[in-house]
Protein backbone atom coordinates (compact mmCIF):
# COMPACT_ATOMS: atom_id res chain seq x y z
CA UNK A 1 0.00 0.00 0.00
CA UNK A 2 1.03 3.39 -0.82
CA UNK A 3 2.01 6.14 2.07
CA UNK A 4 -1.31 7.97 1.56
CA UNK A 5 -3.33 4.92 1.46
CA UNK A 6 -2.16 3.67 4.77
CA UNK A 7 -2.72 7.20 6.69
CA UNK A 8 -5.82 7.56 5.36
CA UNK A 9 -6.74 3.79 6.71
CA UNK A 10 -5.25 4.20 9.96
CA UNK A 11 -7.00 7.13 10.64
CA UNK A 12 -3.85 9.42 10.77
CA UNK A 13 -4.73 11.69 8.49
CA UNK A 14 -7.89 13.90 6.54
CA UNK A 15 -8.66 13.13 2.88
CA UNK A 16 -8.70 16.76 2.84
CA UNK A 17 -5.24 17.25 4.55
CA UNK A 18 -3.72 14.65 1.67
CA UNK A 19 -5.23 16.62 -0.51
CA UNK A 20 -3.42 19.73 0.33
CA UNK A 21 -0.15 18.04 0.71
CA UNK A 22 -0.34 16.72 -2.41
CA UNK A 23 -0.96 19.62 -4.32
CA UNK A 24 1.76 21.46 -2.36
CA UNK A 25 4.26 18.71 -2.89
CA UNK A 26 3.11 19.33 -6.86
CA UNK A 27 3.85 22.84 -6.45
CA UNK A 28 7.16 23.21 -3.42
CA UNK A 29 8.76 19.14 -4.15
CA UNK A 30 9.60 16.72 -1.25
CA UNK A 31 7.87 14.10 -0.64
CA UNK A 32 4.29 13.27 0.23
CA UNK A 33 5.16 12.47 4.08
CA UNK A 34 7.15 15.22 3.98
CA UNK A 35 5.07 17.78 3.02
CA UNK A 36 1.83 16.60 5.28
CA UNK A 37 5.38 16.84 8.30
CA UNK A 38 5.65 20.37 7.26
CA UNK A 39 1.77 21.31 6.86
CA UNK A 40 1.89 19.83 10.77
CA UNK A 41 -0.72 17.16 10.20
CA UNK A 42 1.55 14.14 10.84
CA UNK A 43 4.27 14.13 14.02
CA UNK A 44 7.37 12.37 12.69
CA UNK A 45 7.56 9.90 14.62
CA UNK A 46 4.21 8.85 13.56
CA UNK A 47 5.61 8.87 9.91
CA UNK A 48 8.68 7.12 10.40
CA UNK A 49 6.65 4.57 11.97
CA UNK A 50 3.96 4.52 8.88
CA UNK A 51 6.96 4.22 6.36
CA UNK A 52 8.64 0.83 9.18
CA UNK A 53 5.31 -0.67 8.46
CA UNK A 54 5.16 0.02 4.95
CA UNK A 55 8.99 -0.79 4.03
CA UNK A 56 8.99 -3.57 6.53
CA UNK A 57 12.23 -2.09 8.24
CA UNK A 58 12.40 -0.99 11.54
CA UNK A 59 12.72 3.51 11.31
CA UNK A 60 15.70 5.14 13.02
CA UNK A 61 14.56 6.93 16.33
CA UNK A 62 14.70 10.29 15.45
CA UNK A 63 16.58 11.09 18.78
CA UNK A 64 19.22 8.91 17.87
CA UNK A 65 20.40 11.19 14.46
CA UNK A 66 20.52 14.59 16.59
CA UNK A 67 23.82 13.35 18.21
CA UNK A 68 26.05 10.94 16.29
CA UNK A 69 29.96 9.78 17.62
CA UNK A 70 31.69 11.23 14.71
CA UNK A 71 34.03 8.42 14.36
CA UNK A 72 30.90 6.44 12.80
CA UNK A 73 30.16 9.77 10.56
CA UNK A 74 33.67 9.09 9.15
CA UNK A 75 33.18 5.45 8.33
CA UNK A 76 30.98 6.93 4.67
CA UNK A 77 32.68 10.01 2.50
CA UNK A 78 30.10 13.03 2.18
CA UNK A 79 29.74 12.46 -1.06
CA UNK A 80 28.71 8.78 -0.91
CA UNK A 81 26.28 9.88 1.63
CA UNK A 82 24.66 12.74 0.39
CA UNK A 83 24.40 11.30 -3.20
CA UNK A 84 22.26 8.01 -1.67
CA UNK A 85 20.24 9.99 1.11
CA UNK A 86 21.80 7.93 4.06
CA UNK A 87 23.31 8.98 7.50
CA UNK A 88 25.55 6.63 9.50
CA UNK A 89 24.47 6.56 13.59
CA UNK A 90 25.55 3.54 15.03
CA UNK A 91 28.09 0.46 15.24
CA UNK A 92 27.65 -2.20 17.51
CA UNK A 93 29.36 -5.90 17.11
CA UNK A 94 26.68 -6.43 14.49
CA UNK A 95 27.60 -4.30 11.89
CA UNK A 96 26.56 -0.44 11.20
CA UNK A 97 23.25 1.17 11.26
CA UNK A 98 22.23 3.60 8.77
CA UNK A 99 19.19 5.79 8.78
CA UNK A 100 18.28 6.16 5.02
CA UNK A 101 14.77 7.38 3.30
CA UNK A 102 14.72 4.84 0.26
CA UNK A 103 15.62 1.58 2.96
CA UNK A 104 14.86 -0.44 -0.56
CA UNK A 105 17.59 0.64 -2.57
CA UNK A 106 19.98 -2.20 -1.97
CA UNK A 107 22.94 -0.38 -4.19
CA UNK A 108 24.77 1.81 -1.50
CA UNK A 109 23.77 -0.82 1.27
CA UNK A 110 25.87 -4.08 -1.42
CA UNK A 111 28.64 -1.49 -1.45
CA UNK A 112 29.25 -0.05 1.70
CA UNK A 113 29.14 -3.99 3.27
CA UNK A 114 31.91 -4.58 0.78
CA UNK A 115 34.13 -1.42 1.83
CA UNK A 116 33.02 -1.77 5.47
CA UNK A 117 33.34 -5.33 5.64
CA UNK A 118 30.33 -5.74 7.77
CA UNK A 119 26.77 -5.96 7.91
CA UNK A 120 25.01 -3.13 7.23
CA UNK A 121 21.96 -2.56 8.66
CA UNK A 122 18.90 0.01 6.89
CA UNK A 123 16.55 2.17 9.27
CA UNK A 124 14.14 3.70 7.57
CA UNK A 125 14.12 7.76 8.46
CA UNK A 126 11.88 10.54 7.23
CA UNK A 127 12.89 12.81 4.06
CA UNK A 128 13.78 16.14 6.40
CA UNK A 129 15.36 14.47 9.18
CA UNK A 130 17.94 12.60 6.80
CA UNK A 131 18.44 16.15 4.78
CA UNK A 132 19.19 18.02 8.19
CA UNK A 133 21.42 15.46 9.47
CA UNK A 134 23.67 15.71 6.08
CA UNK A 135 23.68 19.25 6.55
CA UNK A 136 24.67 18.92 10.14
CA UNK A 137 27.27 16.00 10.14
CA UNK A 138 28.51 16.43 6.42
CA UNK A 139 28.03 20.39 5.69
CA UNK A 140 25.90 18.99 2.86
CA UNK A 141 24.22 22.36 1.46
CA UNK A 142 20.50 22.64 1.84
CA UNK A 143 18.54 23.66 -0.69
CA UNK A 144 16.24 26.57 -0.47
CA UNK A 145 13.20 24.53 -0.75
CA UNK A 146 14.88 23.30 2.51
CA UNK A 147 16.32 26.07 4.32
CA UNK A 148 13.69 26.18 6.70
CA UNK A 149 15.04 22.91 8.73
CA UNK A 150 16.75 24.20 11.26
CA UNK A 151 14.52 26.02 12.72
CA UNK A 152 11.61 23.30 11.84
CA UNK A 153 13.73 20.70 13.82
CA UNK A 154 14.03 23.19 16.68
CA UNK A 155 10.18 23.34 16.82
CA UNK A 156 9.64 19.86 16.96
CA UNK A 157 11.60 19.39 20.37
CA UNK A 158 8.53 20.59 22.14
CA UNK A 159 6.58 17.85 20.45
CA UNK A 160 8.60 14.63 21.11
CA UNK A 161 6.09 13.55 23.66
CA UNK A 162 3.09 13.92 21.87
CA UNK A 163 4.76 12.02 18.83
CA UNK A 164 5.59 9.21 21.59
CA UNK A 165 1.99 8.44 22.48
CA UNK A 166 1.05 8.83 18.74
CA UNK A 167 3.79 5.60 17.99
CA UNK A 168 2.20 3.24 20.66
CA UNK A 169 -1.44 3.82 18.98
CA UNK A 170 -0.29 2.75 15.14
CA UNK A 171 0.77 -0.81 15.73
CA UNK A 172 -2.45 -1.45 16.81
CA UNK A 173 -4.69 0.60 14.08
CA UNK A 174 -1.99 -1.69 11.44
CA UNK A 175 -3.48 -4.54 12.80
CA UNK A 176 -6.90 -3.64 12.07
CA UNK A 177 -6.65 -1.92 8.75
CA UNK A 178 -4.54 -5.32 8.24
CA UNK A 179 -7.64 -7.39 9.21
CA UNK A 180 -10.18 -5.12 6.89
CA UNK A 181 -7.73 -6.04 4.02
CA UNK A 182 -7.72 -9.67 4.45
CA UNK A 183 -11.56 -9.37 4.66
CA UNK A 184 -11.95 -7.56 1.65
CA UNK A 185 -11.92 -9.35 -2.23
CA UNK A 186 -8.84 -10.25 -3.74
CA UNK A 187 -8.10 -7.45 -6.65
CA UNK A 188 -8.32 -9.11 -10.50
CA UNK A 189 -7.09 -7.95 -13.59
CA UNK A 190 -4.41 -4.56 -14.03
CA UNK A 191 -4.26 -2.25 -11.91
CA UNK A 192 -7.00 0.73 -11.85
CA UNK A 193 -3.96 2.82 -11.10
CA UNK A 194 -2.00 2.49 -14.13
CA UNK A 195 -5.23 3.79 -16.20
CA UNK A 196 -5.91 6.86 -13.73
CA UNK A 197 -2.71 8.22 -13.08
CA UNK A 198 -1.60 8.26 -17.39
CA UNK A 199 -5.80 8.59 -18.46
CA UNK A 200 -5.56 7.98 -22.19
CA UNK A 201 -9.41 9.35 -22.75
CA UNK A 202 -12.56 9.15 -20.78
CA UNK A 203 -13.61 5.72 -22.16
CA UNK A 204 -10.56 4.07 -20.12
CA UNK A 205 -11.28 5.58 -17.36
CA UNK A 206 -15.11 4.97 -17.28
CA UNK A 207 -14.48 1.48 -18.46
CA UNK A 208 -12.04 0.69 -16.02
CA UNK A 209 -14.14 2.52 -13.18
CA UNK A 210 -17.39 -0.39 -14.16
CA UNK A 211 -14.80 -3.32 -14.66
CA UNK A 212 -13.92 -3.00 -11.31
CA UNK A 213 -16.75 -2.25 -9.67
CA UNK A 214 -17.89 -5.14 -11.66
CA UNK A 215 -15.64 -7.35 -9.05
CA UNK A 216 -17.82 -5.67 -5.59
CA UNK A 217 -21.38 -5.68 -7.26
CA UNK A 218 -22.93 -8.39 -9.47
CA UNK A 219 -24.48 -5.55 -11.56
CA UNK A 220 -22.55 -2.21 -12.13
CA UNK A 221 -23.52 0.79 -14.21
CA UNK A 222 -22.30 3.88 -15.08
CA UNK A 223 -24.31 6.88 -16.01
CA UNK A 224 -23.20 10.14 -17.28
CA UNK A 225 -25.21 13.65 -16.27
CA UNK A 226 -26.83 15.81 -18.51
CA UNK A 227 -29.09 18.93 -17.54
CA UNK A 228 -31.99 17.04 -15.93
CA UNK A 229 -31.44 13.23 -17.07
CA UNK A 230 -28.80 10.33 -16.40
CA UNK A 231 -28.16 8.65 -19.16
CA UNK A 232 -27.07 4.94 -19.79
CA UNK A 233 -22.84 4.68 -20.48
CA UNK A 234 -21.10 1.56 -19.98
CA UNK A 235 -22.63 -1.43 -17.59
CA UNK A 236 -21.13 -4.52 -16.44
CA UNK A 237 -24.19 -6.87 -16.15
CA UNK A 238 -24.34 -10.31 -17.66
CA UNK A 239 -26.46 -11.15 -21.11
CA UNK A 240 -27.34 -7.02 -20.95
CA UNK A 241 -27.00 -5.15 -24.65
CA UNK A 242 -24.76 -2.71 -24.70
CA UNK A 243 -26.54 -0.68 -27.18
CA UNK A 244 -29.69 -0.99 -25.37
CA UNK A 245 -28.34 0.68 -22.63
CA UNK A 246 -26.99 3.24 -24.12
CA UNK A 247 -30.23 4.46 -25.03
CA UNK A 248 -31.46 4.02 -21.23
CA UNK A 249 -32.55 7.95 -20.04
CA UNK A 250 -33.79 8.38 -16.41
CA UNK A 251 -35.29 11.77 -15.46
CA UNK A 252 -33.47 13.21 -12.56
CA UNK A 253 -36.69 15.51 -12.12
CA UNK A 254 -38.70 12.56 -10.21
CA UNK A 255 -37.74 10.41 -7.41
CA UNK A 256 -34.61 7.86 -7.75
CA UNK A 257 -31.56 6.28 -6.59
CA UNK A 258 -29.69 8.85 -9.10
CA UNK A 259 -31.54 12.07 -8.05
CA UNK A 260 -30.63 11.54 -4.08
CA UNK A 261 -27.40 10.71 -5.40
CA UNK A 262 -27.10 13.99 -7.12
CA UNK A 263 -28.75 15.94 -5.17
CA UNK A 264 -26.57 15.32 -1.89
CA UNK A 265 -23.41 14.87 -3.45
CA UNK A 266 -22.39 11.79 -1.33
CA UNK A 267 -22.10 8.19 -1.57
CA UNK A 268 -25.65 5.91 -0.76
CA UNK A 269 -26.57 2.70 0.51
CA UNK A 270 -29.41 1.72 1.04
CA UNK A 271 -32.78 0.64 0.18
CA UNK A 272 -34.31 0.31 -3.69
CA UNK A 273 -37.32 2.45 -3.22
CA UNK A 274 -40.25 1.45 -6.08
CA UNK A 275 -40.44 4.44 -7.34
CA UNK A 276 -41.23 4.45 -11.18
CA UNK A 277 -37.57 6.01 -11.72
CA UNK A 278 -35.57 3.21 -9.98
CA UNK A 279 -37.76 0.25 -11.73
CA UNK A 280 -37.20 1.12 -15.00
CA UNK A 281 -33.24 1.31 -14.03
CA UNK A 282 -33.47 -2.25 -12.54
CA UNK A 283 -35.97 -3.42 -15.71
CA UNK A 284 -32.99 -1.92 -18.12
CA UNK A 285 -30.05 -3.57 -15.90
CA UNK A 286 -32.11 -7.13 -16.89
CA UNK A 287 -33.83 -8.27 -14.10
CA UNK A 288 -36.22 -7.36 -10.93
CA UNK A 289 -35.58 -4.49 -8.81
CA UNK A 290 -32.81 -5.28 -5.79
CA UNK A 291 -33.71 -5.24 -2.10
CA UNK A 292 -30.73 -2.33 -1.44
CA UNK A 293 -28.12 -0.68 -3.90
CA UNK A 294 -25.56 1.74 -4.10
CA UNK A 295 -24.41 4.69 -6.08
CA UNK A 296 -21.48 6.96 -5.89
CA UNK A 297 -21.40 10.42 -7.71
CA UNK A 298 -18.49 11.46 -9.56
CA UNK A 299 -17.28 15.03 -8.48
CA UNK A 300 -15.49 17.09 -11.27
CA UNK A 301 -14.84 20.85 -10.51
CA UNK A 302 -17.65 20.30 -8.14
CA UNK A 303 -20.23 19.33 -10.74
CA UNK A 304 -21.92 15.54 -10.56
CA UNK A 305 -20.84 14.29 -14.04
CA UNK A 306 -21.05 10.61 -13.49
CA UNK A 307 -23.07 8.23 -11.23
CA UNK A 308 -21.58 4.40 -10.64
CA UNK A 309 -24.96 2.35 -9.88
CA UNK A 310 -24.54 -1.17 -8.23
CA UNK A 311 -26.59 -3.95 -6.71
CA UNK A 312 -26.29 -7.19 -5.93
CA UNK A 313 -29.53 -8.49 -7.88
CA UNK A 314 -31.82 -10.23 -5.11
CA UNK A 315 -29.31 -10.43 -2.64
CA UNK A 316 -28.08 -8.42 -0.27
CA UNK A 317 -25.20 -6.26 -0.94
CA UNK A 318 -22.15 -7.55 1.43
CA UNK A 319 -21.57 -5.84 5.20
CA UNK A 320 -18.39 -3.44 4.29
CA UNK A 321 -15.82 -4.01 1.27
CA UNK A 322 -17.01 -0.59 -0.37
CA UNK A 323 -14.21 1.84 0.82
CA UNK A 324 -11.92 0.78 -2.45
CA UNK A 325 -14.46 1.37 -4.42
CA UNK A 326 -14.96 4.67 -2.83
CA UNK A 327 -11.78 5.53 -3.10
CA UNK A 328 -11.75 4.12 -7.23
CA UNK A 329 -14.66 6.50 -7.77
CA UNK A 330 -12.71 9.41 -6.52
CA UNK A 331 -9.32 8.60 -8.41
CA UNK A 332 -11.54 8.30 -11.73
CA UNK A 333 -13.35 11.94 -11.33
CA UNK A 334 -9.84 12.87 -10.43
CA UNK A 335 -8.68 11.01 -14.12
CA UNK A 336 -11.42 12.78 -15.88
CA UNK A 337 -9.97 16.07 -14.33
CA UNK A 338 -6.17 15.54 -15.88
CA UNK A 339 -7.90 14.74 -19.16
CA UNK A 340 -9.51 18.06 -19.10
CA UNK A 341 -6.21 19.74 -17.76
CA UNK A 342 -4.71 17.87 -21.17
CA UNK A 343 -6.93 19.02 -23.08
CA UNK A 344 -6.92 23.12 -22.08
CA UNK A 345 -3.28 22.62 -22.34
CA UNK A 346 -3.31 21.64 -26.17
CA UNK A 347 -6.30 24.44 -26.60
CA UNK A 348 -3.93 26.97 -25.49
Excluded at 189 to 196: E, L, M, N, V
Amino acid sequence: MRLGQVLLRMGLVSLEQLEEATERQVSCGGRLGSNLLELGYLSEEALAKTLSIIHGVPYADPARLERVDPRILFLISADFATKHRLVPFERDRTGLYVAMVDPTDRVPLEALRKTLGCEVRPRVAVELRVLYALHRFYNAPLFPRFSHLPRFFAGQQEKAEEAKRDVQRLSTQWETVQQERRAEPAPTGPDPDATFVRPRDREAVCRTLVAFAATRVKRAALFTVRDESAFGLLAAVSGLDPGAFALLEISLAAPSILQDVLNRREFYRGPFLSVPENLRLAAALGGPPPQEALAYPLLVRDKVVCILYGDNGSQNLLLGGFEDLKKLVMKAAMALQILILQQKIRNL
